[in-house]
């Protein structure tokens, strides 16, 4: 007998390896649908804000509002566990 351990045996999924989770093919749709409507959409317009103006192709209106639009989903996400951390943290204090 060897006194060596032995591997933990893997089920079927986990031999295969790590798949695509379904928030991963979520992202994955999305940034094709985005991709697309970028592509379909390349003419330049000009932008009025405030007192700046300028023209800019469309597609990269797009992407920048996509991009801040992620900023701000993110930025969400860090506040709200930031706060469960520190409603976990009191609650653990008493």
Not at 32 to 45: A, E, W
Not at 77 to 94: M, N
């Amino acid at each position: 007998m060897s006194t060596q351990p032995r591997p933990p045996e893997q089920s079927p999924a986990e031999a295969d390896g790590p798949g695509l989770g379904l928030g991963a093919i979520a992202t994955l749709a999305g940034v094709v649908v985005l991709l697309v409507f970028m592509l379909q959409n390349r003419q330049d317009i000009r932008v009025h804000l405030l007192f700046w103006h300028v023209t800019l192709p469309v597609w990269f209106i797009i992407f920048g509002s996509a991009l801040m639009g992620t900023v701000v989903w993110i930025g969400a996400g860090v506040v709200r566990r930031h706060r469960r951390r520190k409603a976990r943290r009191q609650a653990r204090r008493g």
